[in-house]
């Protein structure tokens, strides 16, 4: 007899707690639900304790049955959405929170991190009539876990499909070449379509990335024979450019030896010096002009 009034002391005590809890949280239906329980329990357990102990002793196990069904625990990076008989209630905040048993009340719990989707590699054709294949990451949050419960089925599954379908769109009315430069600018763009597309179901994009652009094999010969084109096309420019800015130099020296005839002869003795060195066996020495005119003068008079 006294354990089992000890057990029923411990027990009420516990439902108490519940009570006051209710009253704290200001949840009415939960605390008038508590309250009305426990009068009863407290009535019949004091009314069989004496009558009919064993039967007193039974009643103990109806808290457990009722108070473990109302206990909710609800981390700090998710919330609890609350349905009472089918009805949207309100939102449960994390920490410890009390519902009503036998199936009044559900609880669905939405979390409220960062999901990444990887989106499924898409088979596009793009503006200038290239196929390519796409792959890209979806950075997404739920920032209201009514709207994501209530506004659509499976928040995850659907984001994932409006992704794929968006990015066909999106990327089919680019050119190749503004798919494989401007990767940043059309993130920003797919981006902005699918977080105006999913914000009525509470979901906020963050980011969206592509990660690559796969290209066929005869395409990515034809791009490199493009760039092998591209630098030859330089190399040739850059070589011509040498070639004029040569020239110009080796004009402006021409014009400068030809107003100082001494100047061409320190320049062939220059060039002695610079074939001396390797040392050769046969010196090949230009002979100036004046020596030829000496001789031919001396040829006139001689004739005359």
Known sequence: MSLIIVGFALLAVWWIIFIVIAIVRKQTPVFLFLLVLFLAWAVFEVLLLARNPDIAAGLLIVPFIILI???????????????????????????FNLILP???????????RTFTIDVSKQEVITRDNVTVVVDAVVYFNVFDPILAVVKVADYTKSTSLLAQTILRSVLGQHELDDMLAKRAELGQVLRKLLDDA???????????EIKAVELAETMKRAIARQAEAERERRAKIIAAEGELQA???LAQAAEVLSKSPSSLQLRYLQTLTEIAVEKNSTIIFPLPLEFLKVFSKTAEKDAE
């Open 69 to 95: 069904q109302m206990m909710r625990v609800i981390p700090e990076y998710q919330r609890g959405v609350l349905f009472r008989l089918g009805r949207l209630q309100k939102v449960l905040s994390p920490g």
């Open 102 to 112: 036998f199936s009044l009340d559900s609880l669905r719990k939405v979390d409220m």
């Open 198 to 208: 999913t914000d009525p179901w509470g979901i906020k994009v963050s980011a969206v």
């Open 247 to 249: 020239s110009e130099k």
